[in-house]
T-cell receptor, first 115, second 113 residues
Framework: QQQVKQSPQSLIVQKGGISIINCAYE??????FPWYQQFPGKGPALLIA?????SEKKEGRFTISFNKSAKQFSLHIMDSQPGDSATYFCAASMEGGTSYGKLTFGQGTILTVHP | KAGVTQTPRYLIKTRGQQVTLSCSPI?????VSWYQQTPGQGLQFLFE???????NKGNFPGRFSGRQFSNSRSEMNVSTLELGDSALYLCASRVGRATGELFFGEGSRLTVL
């Protein structure tokens, strides 16, 4: 029930294309869904996050789409650039109760954007 | 503002030894959590500290322990190292107890031989 399943494992996109990464969760108590970006040799960095009362959130070229009934959420990267090449992790947490903000991560997607 | 600082960045140990990793959170952040990152298991939660108290713990054996000091700095210790403990250990801090953005450090890369 604590799992977050992420797909695909790897993704290759041409410059200017749209990158789409999908995640699914089981625990309906999750109430915070962030996406993290990680470059080699660096720690993950928060990219964008959404809460379940919103179906979509956009920040620049990055958009999260959230489907509460299907328990799925996805990251769309518009106009993908070679500099977007990194590993992307979706995550989920319960910000109340006894979980104290523990993040449950998906397995990650290695995105490669070809110039 | 300085980010999360982890030391050492790289270390090599042999089986059976123990290791202590250190984390200095962003100034003003009172919550520190630790994650283990491996190619096979991905990012897994180890534990979280707030005001020197462990608030949450992941599914790791008792060989993994941690603590937080009054200045919010944190350490984690792994005793009786096993080959499978080879991983990137990431520390993250946040302002409050459970909400908001987690800021990660660059990690401590542990290799167990």
């Amino acid at each position: 029930q604590q799992q977050v399943k992420q797909s695909p494992q790897s993704l290759i996109v041409q410059k200017g294309g749209i990158s789409i990464i999908n995640c699914a969760y089981e625990n309906t108590a999750f109430d915070y869904f962030p996406w993290y970006q990680q470059f080699p040799g660096k720690g993950p960095a928060l990219l964008i996050a959404i809460r379940p009362d919103v179906s979509e959130k956009k920040e620049g070229r990055f958009t999260i789409s959230f489907n509460k009934s299907a328990k799925q959420f996805s990251l769309h990267i518009m106009d993908s650039q070679p500099g977007d090449s990194a590993t992307y992790f979706c995550a989920a947490s319960m910000e109340g109760g006894t979980s104290y903000g523990k993040l449950t991560f998906g397995q990650g997607t290695i995105l490669t954007v070809h110039p | 503002k300085a980010g999360v600082t982890q030391t050492p960045r790289y270390l090599i140990k042999t089986r059976g030894q123990q290791v202590t990793l250190s984390c200095s959170p962003i100034s003003g952040h009172r919550s520190v959590s630790w994650y283990q990152q491996t190619p096979g298991q991905g990012l897994q939660f180890l534990f979280e500290y707030f005001s020197e108290t462990q608030r949450n713990k992941g599914n790791f054996p008792g060989r993994f322990s941690g603590r937080q000091f009054s200045n919010s700095r944190s350490e984690m210790n792994v005793s009786t190292l096993e080959l499978g403990d080879s991983a990137l250990y990431l520390c993250a801090s946040r302002v409050g107890r459970a909400t908001g953005e987690l800021f990660f450090g660059e990690g401590s890369r542990l290799t167990v031989l």
